[in-house]
Structures are given as C-alpha cells and as structure tokens.
C-alpha cells in the first residue's frame, strides 16, 4: 500500500493564488464620475480582481491619491500577501498645486507598478473624446474653472451628463476605440508641443484592463 503523503492538499491554511493573474488597484481622486466608470467597466469585462478605491473627501487631491495607493500597497507587502502587480492612480490636472509633485511620486515608484492616469484639465476630456477629436485648450471663464467649461462641453453631447451618472461606461461603449484613438493622438500632440491642455492617458488605463481579459473588441 504506497505511503501517504503527510500534507493533505485539500486542507491549506492559505487560499491558493494565481500566480499567473494580474491584480491591479485603482486609486481614484473623484468620489463619483471616476470610480463608477471603472466599477461599470470592471463589471462589464468581469474584472473581479481589479479594486478600485476612493480617496477619503478630506484629502482628495493628487498627492493623496499617491499616498493612499502607497499605503494600500505597503498594506498588501507587510501582511506578506502577493502585492498589486499594478497601481494605477487617476486624477485631474484641475487646479490642484501638488500635481506635479504627485506626478513626480508616480515616476519614482515605478519600479513597484505604479502607473498614472492623469487627464488635463478633468476626467469629462476623456468622455469628451468618445465624440470628437479636439486640442482646443479649455481655460478659466470668470468664476467657471477650465474644469467646468471641459464639462459644459461634455453636456453639450450628453445633456442629461453629471457627475457619478451610472451606465456611462455602457453607454458610451460602441464608441470606445473612437475615443482611445482620439486620446492617443491628443496624448502625442501634447508631448511634442509640451502643451497638456487638454489630453488625458485615460486610455492607456482602459487598454491595460481591456487586455486583463482578452478583450480586443470593446464593442463586445
């Protein structure tokens, strides 16, 4: 009778991970457009392992979005749990003063994954995008910020627009590659010009997750 092993394999203290699977936080400076974007997306390609969070209201600007995607990850190595293969951290250009700062974080961590998905002046260029091409620069107009006027263009396209507007991803879906090409071309203009208003690298974040799972047609 050949000797049994003295390890059952059924009964782990540990889950068995994947070592082959990706796992990716999202850490989003908005509390409303952003994260309900990437959750309609993560539930429209079946991403379980994509976690998306929010940065507390008290700190919700670029550098925190650093920090607190910095925490998380330092969460993950120090409970010796596999740490997020990638980090992505989104926000806007707006008028934030530790953008820069922020960005230049990004670049020094990205040795641990790090990756930026900044949008110049807001998020709503990236959505904008999924109708028109334009590098028309969106400035400050009396009390309405380049933000603002960025999202005024939006509702001209989506009347009934506003921020955290559930189905956007869905909704705008048969447009998608539209607006990765669009954005991709604003993303060159910008680094050959050195003029980032408007541009976003939204897109790149989208073609990674599209890419998590195979999808090489967004309108599937």
Known sequence: MPKRSGRDSSRRSEPLVDKRQEYVLIVCEGQKTEPQYFEDLREKYQLGIVNIEITPAEGSDPL??????KSRQDSKKKKRKKPFDRVYCVFDRDKHPRFDEASQQIAALQGQGFRSARSWPCFEFWLLLHFRYTRQPFERDGSRTAAQNCENALKSKIKEYRKGKRGMFDELLPRLEEAKGNA???????????ENNPSTEVH?????????????????
């Open 64 to 69: 925190s979005v650093v920090r607190t995607a």
């Open 184 to 194: 991709a071309r604003a993303l060159k203009d910008a680094e050959s010009t050195g």
């Open 204 to 220: 790149e974040l989208v073609g990674y997750l599209q890419n998590l799972n195979g999808i090489r047609n967004a309108s599937l």
